[in-house]
């Protein structure tokens, strides 16, 4: 498969393959398009499986001219079989876990910044940047570092200070900005415009956000080239959540997999949930909100790709719910507790909405689901705070034998 | 009111290559029209049965219109105006 143009999602005018994300005709986002000619499933097949132990053994599906080079290679992370979360919520399903905070710094971010890195590099860029809640923040720190590349890295300056540090630590411009999310956004927007850098979610966006495919290709090779029956994975953006379809979809045309899309579930926090909104109002656009939740990873007000969220969730069979931040604190708690994961806030979301999902028998007996965990509970230590004890005793045996003679006592 | 339209590098093609616009008018939409009289292609490209496209957000000092009043927004003598593309971000 080769990379053929960009084209607007909108109205499909095609546009030069360069740092272009809008449509000069009507404004919409554009689209990497490929041209799928001349790539037959089984050569396909073959290729992924002779390729590397992570995302560019995907190179074929991604926006390359050329091999792609980017030194820290995310992917092939777990997917795990989370009996005892089902059990917990009482479900007949095949519940499967994809952690992706086991990437190189702990997020699915690494997939698309090792794309945009990567592609930054060969469209001939020297400094890379970006606008984000903490998790990009991490990413293009590292990769920058890895590729020797100049970085700067935009912040709402009340960032969680776990993901301040692990940015800093690479040695980037980290830049606190005062303000959410949003007004980063639009500072960097405006940035984009006159520095000439690849800011890799803003001009770079469309090439970016190709890198989320390769949870979806990793999902159904993992499964033996099948498909789930539903996914439940958390909205920010919508961009995740969109290109998780797209990639499966790519696979579907092909006939690397057969079956249908699977039912797409969003989460979101209540303190931040225009999409869930925008859906359960049956809007096909989302009016921006001013976020306030424990989830800052998710806490985008103006979610560029909400409306395709929105219209992959209603075409799917799918939904997208919000949980509370009481209700994300304790499905993190759940997940821990049964998996041995340990999610950050993001993840608490998407374990609260599945929960969601059970409570509301909305999971059928036998489904096989997949649940994305994106990010690492490290980073946002607060969530769990004073949500348990510790036992504190001198180093003696009677000492703790006191603490603990009533649970020994049968 | 007299204020400054900032036209985003995407869509200068449609303003000769100007990046600012000097307009009159008293809320939003009234500012767009102005430079729409000016530069008549722009009104396609940004707007959709006289609403913006959902793609474009527009910024009064900084502040979005849609926690305002949308196109009814008031504008001040010096006020800034600020098109920009919604497809950033995440």
Same mark, same amino acid.
């Given at each position: ?83 005892? +979360? ?100 639009? +500072? ?63 696979? +579907? ?81 759940? +997940? ?75 | ?90």
């Amino acid at each position: 498969m080769s990379i053929e143009s960009l084209k607007c999602k909108e109205c499909g005018t095609p546009a030069e393959l360069g740092a272009n994300y809008v449509c000069e005709n009507c404004f919409g986002p554009l689209e990497v398009a490929y041209d799928y000619s001349g790539l037959e499933a089984a050569e396909a097949k073959r290729r992924i499986q002779a390729g590397s132990q992570g995302i560019w053994r995907y190179a074929d599906f991604l926006p390359f001219e050329g091999r792609p080079n980017d030194p820290l290679e995310p992917g092939l992370t777990p997917l795990v079989r989370a009996d005892r +979360l089902a059990a917990r919520l009482g479900i007949d399903a095949e519940l499967w876990i994809k952690n992706d905070a086991a990437n190189p710094t702990h997020s699915f971010k690494d997939r698309v910044v090792a794309v945009a890195v990567a592609k930054a590099q060969e469209l001939g860029f020297e400094t890379v940047a970006c606008a984000s809640t903490g998790n990009l923040a991490n990413a293009v720190a590292a990769h920058a570092a890895a590729a020797g590349l100049e970085s700067y890295v935009f912040v709402p300056a009340n960032l969680e200070e776990q993901k301040l540090l692990a940015t800093g630590v690479y040695g980037t411009n980290l830049v606190g900005v005062r303000g959410n999310y949003d007004d980063v956004n639009r +500072l960097c927007t405006q940035l984009a415009e006159t520095r000439p850098w690849a800011f890799v979610n803003v001009n770079l966006r469309p090439y970016y956000a190709e890198g989320s495919k390769t949870l979806a290709y990793e999902t159904a090779e993992q499964l033996g080239w099948t498909l789930p029956d539903r996914v439940v994975a958390p909205i920010a953006s919508g961009s995740l959540f969109t290109k998780l379809g797209r990639g499966f979809q790519e696979w +579907l045309d092909l006939g690397l997999v057969e079956g249908r899309q699977p039912a797409f579930n969003g989460a979101q926090a209540e303190g931040c949930d225009p999409v869930a909104t925008a859906f359960a109002e049956g809007w096909d656009v989302c009016k921006p909100q001013r976020p306030e939740t424990i989830a800052k990873s998710l806490a985008i007000g103006d979610p560029a790709d909400g409306p395709y969220a929105v219209e992959h969730a209603r075409k799917t069979g799918g939904g997208i719910d919000a949980v509370s931040d009481a209700e994300i604190r304790s499905a993190i708690k759940l +997940l821990a507790e049964t998996t041995g994961i340990f999610t950050e806030t993001a993840g608490g979301v998407t374990v609260g909405v599945l929960r969601k999902l059970a409570e509301r028998g909305e999971i059928g007996a036998g489904e096989r689901v997949v649940v994305y965990i994106t990010g690492e509970g490290l980073k946002t230590l607060d969530a769990v705070r004073d949500t348990f004890q510790m036992h504190e005793i001198d180093p003696h045996l009677d000492s703790f034998e006191a603490e603990f003679s009533q649970e020994v006592a049968v | 009111m007299a204020v400054t339209v900032k036209i985003p590098t995407q869509l200068r093609a449609a303003t000769g290559g100007e990046a600012e616009v000097e307009v009159d008018g008293s809320t939003v939409g009234e500012v767009l029209d102005a430079v729409f009289d000016t530069y008549g292609d722009l009104r396609e490209r940004i707007t959709q049965d006289g609403d913006l496209r959902r793609f474009v957000n527009v910024y009064v000092s900084g502040e979005d219109i849609r926690f305002q009043q949308g196109l009814d927004t008031g504008i001040e003598d010096g006020d800034e105006v600020t098109i920009l593309p919604a497809v950033a971000g995440g």
